[in-house]
């Protein structure tokens, strides 16, 4: 039966789950794909617990949605360890090679050069996901690698079928993909969008998830496939060398956490972004009291938060092992305070008036799902291989699509990447760094309920995390939180971006006449994965976005 309500939602484009007469705690997965979901799901009944189920899920998502993320990429796990009630942060972010320096996508003349920092082997970081994967499965997991990774190697080996979203983010990135001969081979049809449920095969992929499951990262960073990784990216013209690949190590770290009335939120440090503007965001509204404002107050109230948040992320963040970022400030309520102070509930605050930098978003690629086992430990997760299909580039012989997150870096002070977003010289290149990131993997708890949320999204995800929060927070349920209409100002350009239905026709007057530039997005964005607890019930719901063509699984 409940199987049947799924395939019913699903078939409406959403998909959630709902099991009302369980009083025994539920396992669930939330994930942008339903073959990566029901790996998860697989893995959980098989004895595994919620990190052999995000090993499964990471990597199956690698090989079923190659233009969000992959093996050749990286991301952040959020993982709450029911044991201890502890919560470790999983860095797995990219970094950029030794032979990567300041200037590099600059011309003679100090201008950036188009596209050298998002297609081709010179826009890769070294990959972070194969290590991060076999460190969770090693330190976290109850399975063997073998038997977490066994899903998503026979889904590289047996192929998957091409979808709409597929043609699409294939459609878009068409060029670039017909300039690398393997990945064109790979994931086009006679170097053309392969037709809906042309089946995508992977023996390669296979093979390097082969060796990760075999050797463990060593697998990955060291021998055959290290080797097949540098000679195909230096033949293109990259600047990867096999030091690189052995040097990388993933980073364990303090969650950033912060109180939003009786909610506990917990979310990722830098080298995200995430945490830091999320807490500030909500620090700001709980003190100007938003929840005792009327709507078009508070969107106005949200919009400002948003603003000021952005502008220090513009300002301050970056990779924390290379620049000192001033995170208990960021993140203390009279920091919030001090923000809060020149917000005017009848005007909004034209950027250029903050304190900042002169500077001036797009797209859904990247991925998150979020799992809870029947005990209680949870992993939310958003990784990334940044613009669809990352930098379009795979080395021969490995299968392995490598990112373009170096466009994460600020290639240039003040010069927007491809999301608009601006930097300074807290997010310029250097050798070993990672490139500051959007991605929020979060969980929020109360007494009475927890919430584990997450989405793609590029600069809009922060600002999404935060209005699912919101809507948590305000009893919403899992449907509703993942279909919402979304908002989003970013600080620069100074314009509010939203999808349809995030305004009422008044609600939109008066945000114009308080001299707010509104810009309709005119289609949906973001890909919400969502599991959300009421502990007192013990019921668990989950829901994969309407927007995207994922699934969630409660049982
Ligand atoms: O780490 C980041 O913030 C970006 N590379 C994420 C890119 C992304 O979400 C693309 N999806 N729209």
Known sequence: MLKIIFIFLFSLGLSACDDYDSPKPQHAVASAHPIATQAGIDILNQGGNAFDAAVAVSATLAVVEPYSSGMGGGGFWLLHLANDQSDVMIDGREVAPQKAHRDMYLDQSGNVIPKLSIDGPLSAGIPGQPAALAHISKKYGKLSLQEVLAPAIKAAQQGFKVSKYYQTMAGFRLQA?????????????????????????????????????????AGFYKGKVAGALVTGTQT???????????????????????????????????????????????????????????????????????????????????????????????????????????????????????????????????????IIDRLGNRVAATLSVNYPFGSCFVPPGTGVLLNDEMDDFSAKPGKPNAYGLVGAKANEIQPGKRMLSSMSPTFIESDDKLAILGTPGGSRIITMVLHSILNVVDGKSAVEVVTAPRFHHQYLPDEVQYEEGSFSAEEANVLVLRGHRLRNLKSGYGNMQLVIVDKKTKQTTAASDPRGEGLAIVE
């Open 236 to 370: 293109a013209g990259g600047i990867w060398s096999l030091k690189d690949l052995a040097d990388y190590k993933i980073a364990t770290r303090k969650p950033i956490v912060g109180q939003f009335g009786e909610f506990k939120v917990t979310s990722v440090a830098p080298p995200s972004s995430g945490g830091i503007a999320l807490v500030t965001m909500l620090n700001i509204l709980e003190d100007r009291k938003w929840s005792t404002l009327g709507l078009v107050d508070r969107k106005h109230l949200i919009i400002e938060s948003m603003r000021r948040a952005y502008r220090d992320r513009a300002m301050y963040l970056g990779d924390s092992d290379f620049v000192s970022v001033p995170v208990a400030r960021l993140t203390s309520k009279a920091y919030a305070k001090q923000l809060a102070v020149d917000i005017d509930m009848s005007k909004m605050t034209p950027s250029n008036r903050l304190p900042g930098l002169d500077v001036e978003a797009k797209g859904n690629h990247t991925t998150h799902f979020s």
């Open 177 to 217: 993909l017909q300039a690398s001969p393997a990945a064109a081979e790979i994931f086009l049809e006679d170097n053309k969008v392969p037709a809906i449920g042309y089946t995508i095969k992977q023996p390669d992929l296979a093979n390097t998830l082969i060796a990760l499951a075999e050797q463990g990262a």
